[in-house]
């Protein structure tokens, strides 16, 4: 059973980078396979896929955030990270890693963190 | 990429069936069977309760079903109990290799 951890800071300065850690346990995130992936929901009610990183290191991220956005592997520590800059106040989300086979859905998701962007 | 169109919300009473449509284009739903659908409960992770257009994961309800025609997924979950109301979100994979979501539907047991 795969289980993901959120880590990082819950409030961060306009313009700054957003740095978020993802720890996994029961498995290796160096399995073939596997898409570990960064989710954000909105405070609305929406969610918004913000990438993935698999085998290894390839990487895909949303074309209206692919500007900003760097998803890493950390193989040593078992862990993905996620790096968003120069954010704004729409950034603020609960953000979210999971982890899928393929595209067959996201069957392990992490409980989220929320990061509020403000001054 | 456009996100997927969901209604804002549905409801129906215990026992009756509902279905919440996800409607997207030939670049998304429309091109693949790589259509999922999460369980939302405020609070919690999402559940991922359809996956490839309708497959559902162990150890979900087979009150859960999922279709699809063109651009246009469905989810209908049947015999409504109190404990599915939540948000339900849809998602498909796009030809620019990314993935979309749905704006969410929040579903209200009556």
């Given at each position: 059973q795969?289980?993901?951890?959120?880590s990082?800071?819950?409030l961060?300065?306009p313009?700054?980078?957003l740095s978020?850690?993802?720890t996994?346990?029961?498995d290796?995130?160096s399995?073939?396979g596997?898409?570990?992936?960064w989710?954000?929901?909105?405070?609305g009610?929406?969610?918004?896929?913000?990438?993935?990183?698999?085998?290894g290191?390839?990487?895909?991220y949303?074309?209206?955030?692919?500007?900003?956005?760097?998803?890493?592997?950390?193989?040593?520590?078992?862990?993905?990270?996620?790096?968003?800059?120069?954010?704004?106040?729409?950034?603020t989300?609960?953000?979210?890693?999971?982890?899928s086979?393929a595209?067959?859905?996201?069957?392990?998701?992490?409980?989220?963190?929320?990061?509020?962007?403000?001054? | 990429?456009?996100?997927?169109t969901q209604?804002?919300?549905?409801s129906?009473?215990?026992?009756?069936?509902?279905?919440?449509?996800?409607?997207?284009?030939?670049?998304?739903?429309?091109?693949?069977?790589?259509?999922?659908?999460?369980?939302?409960?405020?609070?919690?992770a999402?559940?991922l309760?359809i996956y490839?257009?309708?497959?559902?994961?162990?150890?979900?309800?087979?009150?859960?079903s999922?279709?699809?025609?063109?651009?246009?997924?469905?989810?209908t979950?049947?015999g409504l109990?109190?404990?599915?109301?939540?948000?339900?979100?849809?998602?498909?994979f796009?030809?620019?290799?990314?993935?979309?979501?749905?704006?969410?539907?929040?579903?209200t047991?009556?």
């Amino acid at each position: 059973q795969v289980q993901l951890q959120e880590s990082g800071p819950g409030l961060v300065k306009p313009s700054q980078t957003l740095s978020l850690t993802c720890t996994v346990s029961g498995d290796s995130v160096s399995s073939g396979g596997y898409y570990w992936t960064w989710i954000r929901q909105y405070p609305g009610k929406g969610l918004e896929w913000i990438g993935y990183v698999y085998n290894g290191g390839t990487t895909s991220y949303n074309p209206s955030l692919k500007s900003r956005v760097t998803i890493s592997l950390h193989t040593s520590k078992n862990q993905l990270s996620l790096e968003v800059n120069s954010v704004t106040a729409a950034d603020t989300a609960v953000y979210y890693c999971a982890s899928s086979i393929a595209f067959s859905g996201y069957d392990y998701w992490g409980q989220g963190t929320v990061v509020n962007v403000s001054s | 990429q456009s996100a997927l169109t969901q209604p804002a919300s549905v409801s129906g009473s215990p026992g009756q069936s509902i279905t919440i449509s996800c409607t997207g284009t030939s670049s998304d739903i429309g091109g693949y069977n790589y259509v999922s659908w999460y369980q939302h409960h405020p609070g919690k992770a999402p559940k991922l309760i359809i996956y490839e257009v309708n497959y559902r994961p162990s150890g979900v309800s087979h009150r859960f079903s999922g279709s699809k025609s063109g651009n246009t997924a469905s989810l209908t979950i049947s015999g409504l109990q109190a404990e599915d109301e939540a948000d339900y979100h849809c998602s498909s994979f796009t030809t620019s290799n990314t993935l979309v979501f749905g704006g969410g539907t929040t579903l209200t047991v009556l």
